[in-house]
T-cell receptor, first 114, second 111 residues
Framework: AQSVTQLDSQVPVFEEAPVELRCNYS??????LFWYVQYPNQGLQLLLK??????LVESINGFEAEFNKSQTSFHLRKPSVHISDTAEYFC????????????FGAGTRLAVHP | DVKVTQSSRYLVKRTGEKVFLECVQD?????MFWYRQDPGLGLRLIYF???????EKGDIPEGYSVSREKKERFSLILESASTNQTSMYLC??????????FGDGTRLSIL
């Protein structure tokens, strides 16, 4: 069975500071990895994904994540956050075969303060 | 852009009622999913469908059923609503090997 652990339920940070949201997974098969973001009163939006190839993946708004197979991690980082990054972030895993069933972590609430 | 539309943003129902949540996607995706989202638990899969009239149980199917009569529409049914089904419900769709796209969610309250 697969599982995802997001190690921090809340991360407060000041504007323009760097941030790391941690995600560890367990799986006995090859995986796809995702980060989704949820702004207040909205559904989830895909932030970035790892399907294959380069282990470092980037989003268009400055976030990046690195797939580390040996540590079974997929941490999300941003070197300088903005107020508008305040949201809940979910890490998710699916097996590389099958029906794309996603297993989600419990979420990390990022609060950016001025 | 992919559009996943959930019919209601907010819904209030009474215990024992039969409740229908509707979801429509416009990108001809094969797979559709229903999740519920609860604080501290993330999203948990209720049911999914990989083709018309096909369905598979997710991790928490008890108390729910689904219907997929057309490719673009996936309905979640609460046969007899109970207060512990008060939650945010999210629908998603995708093609195999591709990321899931989500609707804006339905916040359901059972009184």
């Amino acid at each position: 069975a697969q599982s995802v652990t997001q190690l921090d339920s809340q991360v407060p940070v000041f504007e323009e500071a760097p941030v790391e949201l941690r995600c560890n997974y367990s799986s006995s098969v090859s995986v796809y990895l995702f980060w989704y973001v949820q702004y207040p009163n909205q559904g989830l939006q895909l932030l970035l994904k790892y399907l294959s190839g380069s282990t470092l993946v980037e989003s268009i708004n400055g976030f990046e994540a690195e797939f580390n197979k040996s540590q079974t991690s997929f941490h999300l980082r941003k070197p300088s956050v903005h107020i508008s990054d305040t949201a809940e972030y979910f890490c998710a895993v699916s097996s590389s075969g099958g029906y794309n069933k996603l297993i989600f972590g419990a979420g990390t609430r990022l609060a950016v303060h001025p | 852009d992919v559009k996943v539309t959930q019919s209601s943003r907010y819904l209030v129902k009474r215990t024992g009622e039969k409740v229908f949540l509707e979801c429509v996607q416009d990108m001809d995706h094969e797979n559709m999913f229903w999740y519920r989202q609860d604080p501290g638990l993330g999203l948990r899969l209720i049911y999914f469908s990989y083709d018309v009239k096909m369905k598979e149980k997710g991790d928490i199917p008890e108390g729910y059923s689904v219907s997929r009569e057309k490719k673009e529409r996936f309905s979640l049914i609460l046969e007899s609503a109970s207060t512990n089904q008060t939650s945010m419900y999210l629908c998603a769709s995708s093609n195999p090997g591709q990321p899931q796209h989500f609707g804006d969610g339905t916040r359901l309250s059972i009184l």
